[in-house]
């Protein structure tokens, strides 16, 4: 069992940064792709980011391509999403997962475990 919890989460202006963090119980952490997810009022879940267990191979929706950089450390069992350029389109609770496969990829039905979420809102 694998425990995820999100933090970083927090208010900013259009253009800004922050640092989203997914610390994970368990000794098992560098086996397991992580991922990053993130839901809007009113829209589904759609995904972000992913990061292979080594760390090796990293994806990325178009909308964020350039601006969001997924990152792991499997010593801190923690994976960090850093964003930059914020859009208030940007806004949504952000979820980290954990896939029980070392690949993951861009669909939330390849995880199994999921974090809490954490609120980002950019303001313009």
């Known amino acids: 069992q694998v425990q995820l919890v999100e933090s970083g989460g927090g208010l900013v202006q259009a253009g800004g940064s922050l640092r989203l963090s997914c610390a994970a119980s368990?000794?098992?952490?560098?086996?397991?792709?992580m991922g990053w997810f993130r839901q809007a009022p009113g829209k589904e879940r759609e995904f972000v980011a992913h990061?292979?267990?080594?760390?090796?191979?990293?994806g990325y929706a178009d909308s964020v391509k350039g601006r969001f950089t997924i990152s792991r450390d499997n010593a801190k069992n923690t994976v960090y999403l850093q964003m930059n350029s914020l859009k208030p389109d940007d806004t949504a609770v952000y979820y980290c997962?954990?896939?029980?496969?070392?690949?993951?990829?861009?669909?939330?039905?390849?995880?199994?475990?999921w974090g809490q979420g954490t609120q980002v809102t950019v303001s313009s």
């Open positions: 997962a954990g896939s029980a496969t070392p690949s993951g990829g861009a669909y939330s039905y390849n995880y199994k475990y």
């Open positions: 368990g000794r098992t952490f560098s086996y397991y792709a």
């Open positions: 990061i292979s267990a080594s760390g090796g191979t990293t």
